[in-house]
């Protein structure tokens, strides 16, 4: 395997690997667009089923699409929405069906009544309207409880689905007359069976995708990262092509998958983490790791834990973010204490700018 070292979109150069935060409904909770760009983040995946319920396609297109609107100057990869959407359908039938046709919502995200009706052409009109870079096709992804049978059904379904989100793909290229169009990504599915991955693979690939992501629960029963599956899907995927590991993971895992070919990741860990006070630091002195054979490559630091009431110390003493170089960890001990809003901002720049220097690290090693 000749691991992909970059790769361009819209005529940028963006070098691999690359994480992007999940700004699901097109906010990482409590950051604007400097901090992110402080924090090195190159770009975001956003929601687009979220996004079409709040604040509606129409207001963002009207706004000059997603990145006018968030005042963004970085990548936007928009997901279909089909990872989070179909496990509370599949989990919960009051929320929704799932046919050959696409999902029928009876609610929004936030749970108010109303038919919403996803097809693959729809999700593609609404990536378009929202203006990404990125754009995912939508697939059936079943529950982590599904059968065989499930998920035979389920690549049935995505392969289908993924044709027709490549014919409304290149009508929308047309009609909109596009010289510099985005590109255009397909989820391959079958759970832990590997013919299934194949087969499902084999017809997405005859299609012809720029990317080609993991779909489904990357995890095993242990909680651990499914690693044989992963690779087995990896090895599946063109390497001239990125390969986006859906969902994938703590720094550990994210190395793991760089490993076995992987180069584009998106997970809520470091963002969600934050927020409940659980700061990432590398265990060592970055120079040194060792980054693929590291048993431990970053430890949590519980910010709010009492030995830090009085600790002038910042985060990290190997971290350069905003907030290692301005404030100690007292100050944030005391932050989220009296649960002010700074304590967000400031915890969620640290865990971002970890990972993004998890990146620069693994750039140096592939
Ligand atoms: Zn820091």
Redesign the pocket.
């Known amino acids: 395997m000749t691991y992909l070292k970059s790769f361009s979109i819209q005529e940028k150069n963006l070098s691999l690997p690359i994480y992007f935060p999940d700004a699901t409904r097109g906010v990482i909770r409590s950051l604007d667009s400097q901090d992110l760009q402080k924090s090195k983040v190159e770009g975001v995946v956003v929601n687009s089923f979220h996004l079409m319920s709040k604040p509606g396609q129409s207001v963002i297109k009207s706004l000059g699409g997603i990145k006018r609107f968030m005042n963004w100057n970085g990548l936007i990869v928009s997901d279909s929405g089909g990872f989070q959407l179909l496990s509370l359908v599949y989990e919960n039938s009051s929320f929704g069906k799932i046919d050959d046709e696409g999902i029928t919502f009876y609610r929004d995200s936030k749970g108010k009544k109303g038919r919403h009706i996803l097809t693959p052409e729809r999700s593609i009109q609404i990536q378009f309207n929202i203006g990404a870079d990125i754009m995912i096709c939508l697939d059936d992804c079943p529950s982590v409880k599904a059968t065989y049978e499930d998920h035979e059904k389920s690549v049935r379904r995505t392969i289908k689905w993924a044709e027709r989100s490549k014919d409304e793909y290149k009508k929308q290229i047309l009609n909109k007359k596009l010289l510099n169009p985005p590109l255009i990504f397909a989820v391959i599915h079958g759970g832990d069976n590997k013919e299934l991955r194949e087969k499902c693979a084999k017809e997405l690939i005859k299609i012809g995708f720029h990317g080609y992501c993991f779909g489904g629960w990357p995890l095993n029963s242990n909680g651990e990262i499914n690693y044989d599956i992963l690779s087995w899907t990896a090895s599946l995927m063109p390497d001239d092509l990125p390969k986006f590991a859906l969902g994938v993971g703590n720094p550990k895992a994210i190395a793991d998958c760089v490993k076995i070919g992987y180069n584009i990741f998106d997970c809520v860990l470091p963002t969600r983490d934050a927020r409940h006070k659980r700061?990432y630091?590398f265990a060592k002195d970055p120079k040194e790791i060792d980054i693929f054979n590291e048993e431990k490559i970053t430890e949590f630091i519980y910010i709010s834990d009492e030995k830090y009431v009085r600790d002038p110390k910042?985060?990290?003493q190997y971290?350069?973010?905003?907030?290692?170089?301005n404030y100690s960890k007292s100050y944030l001990n005391h932050l989220f204490e009296i649960e002010d809003p700074l304590s967000w901002r400031l915890a969620t720049?640290?865990?971002l700018?970890?990972y993004t220097k998890l990146i620069e690290i693994l750039r140096e090693n592939v």
């Open positions: 700061l630091v910042p985060v990290s971290c350069d973010c905003y907030t290692c170089c720049i640290h865990n700018r970890t």
